[in-house]
T-cell receptor
């Protein structure tokens, strides 16, 4: 099992550009999550999904969109990138939602200039 | 306001010097408290889940405990390879989105 994979590992965007961060898991987990981690701050939940076709907002969803067409994939879309979106983005998955541990990907480091 | 606070922010230990990390929380309807380890440049790695006050879990040199207001991660006789940032997270309430991570404690263990 590869676990949770994320691409790309690094990316530099110009202000106003758009991009999609890819996330794939091969553990047949129903639940998937997107977080951002800023220096000195805790992980902040952006969006999550409880299954294919079902997504919901987390704590900091503005400026992002997600979709979940399959169990394996949960891409995060950034529209009109802004410097405030410079961060490290982590995707995670869990078997179930209730109290189950999350498995994290290696992260994508995004810089918007 | 729902909060998760970890202390200290950073901790330096000598190899073999035992200590504890603290995670205090103020949420309603705790469903689970999680401890993760994060190495530089990597995603968090799951360590423990605690569900109710009085619960304890152990793994090698680590032991996690839970009360109604806080959790402790005890590190016994640490080794340099235990150096990492330790994150605490709390899931609460009825929504899967109700999940708060603390800012973490950066642990350095010197040989």
């Amino acid at each position: 099992n590869a676990g949770v994979t994320q691409t790309p590992k690094f990316r530099i965007l110009k202000i106003g550009q758009s991009m999609t961060l890819q996330c794939t898991q091969d553990m047949n987990h129903n639940y998937m999550y997107w977080y951002r981690q800023d220096p000195g701050m805790g992980l902040k939940l952006i969006y999550y999904s409880v299954g294919a076709g079902i997504t919901d907002k987390g704590e900091v969803p503005n400026g992002y969109n997600v979709s979940r067409s399959t169990t394996e994939d949960f891409p995060l879309r950034l529209e009109l990138a802004a410097p405030s979106q410079t961060s490290v983005y982590f995707c995670a998955s869990s078997y179930s939602g209730s109290n189950y541990e999350q498995y994290f990907g290696p992260g994508t480091r995004l810089t918007v200039t | 306001e729902d909060q998760v606070t970890q202390s200290p922010e950073a901790l330096r230990l000598q190899e073999g010097e035992s200590s504890s990390l603290n995670c205090s929380y103020t949420v309603s309807g705790l469903r689970g408290l999680f401890w993760y380890r994060q190495d530089p440049g990597k995603g968090p790695e799951f360590l423990f889940t605690l569900y109710s006050a009085g619960e304890e879990k152990e793994k090698e040199r680590l032991k996690a405990t839970l009360t109604k207001k806080e959790s402790f991660l005890h590190i016994t006789a640490p080794k340099p390879e235990d150096s990492a940032t330790y994150l605490c997270a709390v899931q609460y309430g009825g929504s899967q989105g109700n999940l708060i991570f603390g800012k973490g404690t950066k642990l350095s263990v010197k040989p």
